[in-house]
């Protein structure tokens, strides 16, 4: 871990500004140059369990208020032990990167979010802690056909300190139903965008976030974005190797109590108290 003066901690927050910039320069990408194309989504490994999502959507009736779900949405960290069933799990991936159609045959997906050049260059991966007829794991969910790809059982005893430094010991983030994690493919973007890539691969992840923000308040279930993250545990939690592809951003989802939330969610923020 690299220890900062303050010198050094000043240029290395100017040169990060960079990532917002619209990359000017002239550059051939590998698009352009006609290169093969990556796979527009990650395949399933060879031999997993594969779980078939139900898409029954219209048995959730959801039919809220849109501009009261924006009003009501807002973030929420402490969750009630109720269980999650399976439909309402399968909402919650097609919310997020659910595939509705194609561009051509295998130039873009177009999903239920929007993304820069249709690149979706995310893989969602979910850590399962107590969802109905669903054994605790960690999956992928597979966003072409629909399925959950199990990757590997979650014991607490072995996984819960890697779960936990996953999401820098934010221990509210294992309490709920699930937590989403969000990984980025670059190349998949980069093939097309280059350097422009990775300001448009963070600007898709908060369409992704904002759409379970919604779903989640639609659902009276409640959700936390987590920026607050350890990469490299995170990354070893489903076995990526950090390069092709890494984790950036989380989302734990559970359900939650409006009434007897408001305690749990104040003490939070109880520092605030000091200001007054
Ligand atoms: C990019 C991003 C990263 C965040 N990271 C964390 C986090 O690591 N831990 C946490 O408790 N809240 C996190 N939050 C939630 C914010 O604290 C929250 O959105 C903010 O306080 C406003 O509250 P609201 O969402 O209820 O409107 C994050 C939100 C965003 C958008």
Not at 138 to 149: C, D, G, V
Request: proline letters at 4%; glycine letters at 6%; charged letters at 25%.
């Amino acid at each position: 871990m690299k220890v900062y003066n303050d010198t050094e901690l000043q240029e290395e927050i100017k040169d990060r500004r960079k990532y917002l910039l619209f990359a000017e320069d002239e550059f051939e990408t590998d698009q352009y140059l006609k290169r093969p194309q990556p796979p527009l989504v990650k395949e399933a490994k060879a031999g997993t369990k594969k779980i078939t999502l139900p898409k029954n959507f219209e048995d959730l009736g959801l039919t809220r208020d849109l501009a009261a779900m924006m009003y009501r949405r807002r973030s929420h960290r402490v969750y009630t032990e109720e269980t999650m069933d399976l439909l309402t799990l399968s909402f919650l991936c097609y919310a997020q990167q659910g595939v509705k159609g194609r561009r051509g045959k295998k130039y873009a997906t177009l999903r239920t979010v929007p993304s820069g050049g249709a690149r979706h260059a995310m893989e969602l991966y979910l850590l399962v802690l107590n969802v109905e007829d669903l054994e605790a794991g960690m999956y992928h969910y597979l966003p072409m056909t629909h399925e959950l790809e199990l990757l590997k059982a979650y014991d607490p005893e072995m996984d819960g300190a890697t779960a936990l430094s996953s999401v820098c010991e934010q221990d509210f983030c294992l309490t709920g139903n699930v937590c989403f994690y969000y990984a980025a493919v670059p190349y998949r973007c980069e093939w097309r965008y280059a350097i422009d890539a990775m300001r448009l691969i963070l600007l898709d992840a908060g369409h992704v976030s904002e759409n379970l923000y919604l779903a989640c308040t639609a659902m009276g279930l409640g959700t936390c974005a987590i920026g607050a993250l350890d990469t490299p545990t995170s990354d070893a939690l489903f076995d990526l190797d950090s390069e092709s592809e890494t984790i950036f951003y989380a989302m734990p989802v559970g359900h939650i109590n409006e009434a007897e939330n408001e305690d749990g969610e104040q003490a939070f923020y109880a520092f605030l108290k000091d200001e007054e």
